[in-house]
Every structure is written in structure tokens, then in C-alpha cells.
């Protein structure tokens, strides 16, 4: 069922002992309204419509991983009721199981592959990559299609490169609707894939996320954790995406059942200098780094990087607080870890 957009409601939390039929209102309650009652039993309600009425319970895929896990403190926090799925994302069955036991009203894909210590993983592991990426992607979102369930999936925005259309620091970034133009790391091309096949699901929301920073400076995972332990690094302007800030909005986006593809990333591009000069103004005063070339950079990685700037006006129309990368960067990295390292 496709529903007009309304503007958010008050959100009520569902005990997590709660069942599907257990949170529908009383046949002869003012509240059963029948379009609601349609959607709690099987209807799709997406692009802005919202089903908040019924309660909240999210499934999450990716407990072992940065984002799930931080997915789940999040709802903590906001005490919205979520489980973790047990389920292979490629075995349907398992994922049916999971989604039969949870009763959940929206399910969350922080699964994946990304491959260890980094992307060049899976270009050796083509097989296992295409399995969790596409094959199994694909599969949780069929099975969520037909229970009626919207999916937010957290993909990637390193599909795409510079080129003429998009030229390096012009501040003109790649849209939803572009077709991805990189395909020089095997990771990438089974995002892009996954990402044009999702488009015929119409329950799906796709979160392009960029070069993940967060507040936790001590996670391997972090984009400046990363840089800041490189002997040498690049020095090119790329969008990316603060998870303090926009993991909460992916749930807010949740609520008001958007789906679709989106640009996950703040507004605008900073470079891995300007990060690193923020690092050292703000955390460590004697930081020093080395930049070498992206033909140097080529002898020490397997496949070529990600390089692009994404436009972000379709996510801060929605969303008109979102930061922009460097003032996000401060609010929510810099100053909180400054302040941390002088107490």
C-alpha cells in the first residue's frame, strides 16, 4: 500500500515480548482505523507515509559489525525495542524464521561484506563477496517484500568516480539517479549491482554511505583512525558520512517509511589533509603525516579507490538540519575527543 506523506507522530515504543497481532488496536477501539490495520497485516506504506501509530520494533542484521552495533546502542537510547537477526542473509529460511519470531516493523542491513583489513579482500574472495553483497542482500529484501516490511539498507557511495561531468573540487556531486561509473574495485561492482537491482523494490530504502567517520577515534574502522595510522595518505576531497549525526536520521527515515535510493553522506567534500589538520588542531598538536600520489598509492593497494563528491539535496531537503561534513566533523568528532583528551 503506497501512502501519501504525513509529518511525523509521537513514537510509541512496543515491548519487545509484543506480537504483530498483539499491537493492532480492538476491532471496536476509535482506533482501528482500517487502512492502519491493513498495513499491520500485510500493506507496504513507503515515501514519506507513516506508521508509527502501531509502535516501533526493529530486526537487525549486522550485530558484529560498526554500524549494527551501533544501530542497536541507538535504539537503546531512544528505547525503541529491536533484535538482532540470527539468520544467513543468502538462507531465506533462516531470514523468514527470524522475521516470524520478531514481528518486527521495519528490518535494518548493517550486513555485508567489506572484506579485512580492507576492500583488496575481495578480489580474492569474488565467491563469498557476491554472496553476502548481492545474493543474500537481495533475498533479505525479497523476503521483506513479502511480509510487507521496509527495508533500510545501509550500502555505499563508492560507486562512483570523478570525470568530466564531475570534475574534482567543482562541488558538482554525483545524484541518486546516476548510473555508477566506478567499477575499479570488485567490491564496488557488486554494490553497483546489487543497488540497480534494487531499484525494482519498491520497499527498500538505500543509504549511500561514504568513508564512515564516528566520535570513536579507537575504532579500526573509523576513516580517520585509519588515515592517522597510514605511513601515507591521498590527499582528495571525498564526501562522507558521520554516523553520530546520520545514524539517528537513518532511524527518523525508518519512521517516516522513506525508501528509495539516497545519498548518506553530509553536504559537501573535505580532503584527507583538511581531516588531519583538524586532528591535529583539535587532538594531537604534534601529528605529522606524509601525502604521496594516487600512481604511488597504486604499488601498495590491489584494487583502485573510490573517489567522488555526492549530492546531498535530496537528504537535506528532508532533513534541513543536516551539517554540513566540516562542521559535523567538529560538532560531533573534534570537540567531543578535544574535550575528552584535556579532562
Known amino acids: 500500500m503506497i501512502s501519501t506523506r504525513h509529518q511525523p507522530r509521537a513514537r510509541v515504543a512496543v515491548p519487545l515480548s509484543a506480537s504483530p497481532s498483539s499491537i493492532l488496536p480492538a476491532l471496536d477501539s476509535p482506533l482501528a482505523d482500517p487502512d492502519l490495520r491493513r498495513y499491520l497485516t500485510m500493506g507496504i506504506m513507503t515515501n514519506g507515509s507513516t506508521g508509527e501509530a502501531s509502535g516501533l520494533k526493529f530486526l537487525i542484521y549486522g550485530r558484529t559489525g560498526w554500524i549494527g552495533g551501533l544501530l542497536g546502542r541507538l535504539c537503546e537510547a531512544q528505547g525503541i525495542p529491536y533484535v538482532y537477526g540470527a539468520g544467513r542473509l543468502e538462507n531465506r529460511s533462516q531470514l523468514e524464521g527470524d522475521i516470524a519470531a520478531a514481528g518486527p516493523t521495519h528490518v535494518f542491513n548493517a550486513a555485508g561484506v567489506t572484506g579485512r583489513p580492507n576492500v583488496d579482500w575481495c578480489e580474492t574472495h569474488r565467491v563469498e563477496t557476491i554472496r553476502a553483497n548481492v545474493v543474500g542482500t537481495l533475498t533479505l529484501?525479497?523476503?521483506?517484500?513479502?511480509?510487507?516490511?521496509?527495508?533500510?539498507?545501509?550500502?555505499?557511495?563508492?560507486?562512483?568516480?570523478?570525470?568530466?561531468?564531475?570534475?574534482?573540487?567543482?562541488?558538482?556531486?554525483?545524484?541518486?539517479?546516476?548510473?555508477?561509473?566506478?567499477?575499479?574495485?570488485?567490491?564496488?561492482?557488486?554494490?553497483?549491482?546489487?543497488?540497480?537491482?534494487?531499484?525494482?523494490?519498491?520497499?527498500?530504502?538505500?543509504?549511500?554511505?561514504?568513508?564512515?567517520?564516528?566520535?570513536?577515534?579507537?575504532?579500526?574502522?573509523?576513516f580517520i583512525t585509519k588515515i592517522t595510522r597510514y605511513e601515507k595518505v591521498v590527499n582528495i576531497p571525498n564526501s562522507m558520512t558521520i554516523l553520530d549525526e546520520l545514524l539517528p536520521i537513518s532511524i527518523e527515515m525508518a519512521r517516516r517509511n522513506l525508501t528509495g535510493i539516497w545519498n548518506f553522506t553530509n553536504p559537501g567534500a573535505v580532503s584527507h589533509n583538511e581531516i588531519l589538520e583538524m586532528y591535529r588542531d583539535y587532538i594531537d598538536p604534534n601529528f605529522t603525516w606524509k601525502n604521496f600520489s594516487l600512481e604511488e598509492q597504486a604499488k601498495v593497494i590491489v584494487a583502485p579507490r573510490s573517489n567522488n563528491e555526492l549530492d546531498t539535496t535530496k537528504l537535506k531537503n528532508e532533513f534541513p538540519e543536516l551539517l554540513s561534513i566540516k562542521e559535523s566533523l567538529i560538532k560531533y568528532v573534534f570537540k567531543p575527543n578535544q574535550n575528552a583528551s584535556a579532562a
Open 141 to 222: 529484501a525479497d523476503v521483506c517484500r513479502e511480509r510487507g516490511l521496509v527495508l533500510v539498507n545501509y550500502a555505499t557511495g563508492c560507486i562512483f568516480e570523478y570525470d568530466d561531468a564531475h570534475p574534482l573540487g567543482s562541488g558538482i556531486g554525483f545524484k541518486e539517479e546516476d548510473i555508477p561509473n566506478f567499477t575499479g574495485s570488485f567490491y564496488s561492482k557488486t554494490k553497483a549491482m546489487v543497488e540497480e537491482l534494487l531499484k525494482n523494490y519498491e520497499n527498500v530504502c538505500t543509504l549511500r554511505v561514504r568513508m564512515p567517520i564516528s566520535s570513536d577515534l579507537s575504532n579500526p574502522r573509523n
